[in-house]
């Protein structure tokens, strides 16, 4: 954590309310992010971030630090966000952000690399959308926000065992979605 944000913290757990809005402005936008992409949608998006920072600030005091605020602070976000999806219905729509797999193809000049980006980008998109939400949950956990599996575990009420199953199993889910016929040529080589 930086000196910067260390103090911040220090401050909010102190009660200071304008370090903690500090921190809301400092780590909103990923917050925003990992509710996106665990619910799917921006309205839903926007309530887990607004009840996971209501969350924050009522127990920022109990904050240990033995984590890094960003990492806790993503524990709630992933809870708000189980709790909104356990609350609605099965049909949601996952949209990822049109620049994000552009920027990091750097593809902005070649057009046709362009199209080819979007389109893996919307295969999956909906590979993920079609993933049952306690595997979704586990990806998006692991392989966008880096958390270890213990981290993982801890936030979803699962074992360590049970988060590396769940990895394993989303990721070949995956795999088979976005590459069915490598799968196939595999099994028929064996």
């Known amino acids: 954590m930086t000196a910067d944000l260390a103090e911040r913290v220090a401050a909010a757990k102190a009660g200071d309310r304008a370090a903690f809005d500090d921190l809301v402005r400092a780590t909103h936008a990923d917050a925003y992010t990992l509710a996106y992409r665990l619910v799917g949608n921006e309205e839903d998006a926007r309530d887990v971030v607004q009840e996971a920072y209501l969350r924050a600030y009522k127990s920022i005091k109990k904050f240990r630090e033995d984590a890094a605020f960003s990492t806790w602070l993503y524990r709630i976000v992933a809870n708000c966000a189980s709790t909104s999806l356990s609350k609605r219905s099965r049909n949601r729509h996952d949209v990822l ?4 797999m552009v920027e990091d193809f750097r593809v ?3 057009p046709v690399a362009h199209n080819e ?3 893996e980008r919307d295969r ?3 590979a993920l959308r079609d993933l049952p ?3 979704r949950s586990v990806v998006v956990l692991r392989d966008v926000y880096d ?3 213990e981290a993982i575990a801890a936030e979803l009420g699962i074992s360590e065992a049970n988060a590396k199953v769940r990895l394993h199993r989303a990721r070949r889910k ?5 590459y069915p016929l490598r799968g196939e040529d ?4 064996v």
């Open 97 to 100: 952000d049109e620049d994000v």
């Open 186 to 189: 595999q099994a028929h080589a």
């Open 147 to 149: 958390l270890p599996h």
């Open 133 to 135: 939400d306690a595997l």
């Open 124 to 126: 999956l998109q909906d």
């Open 108 to 110: 902005e000049n070649d």
């Open 174 to 178: 995956l795999r088979e979605a976005l």
């Open 117 to 119: 980006a979007l389109a």
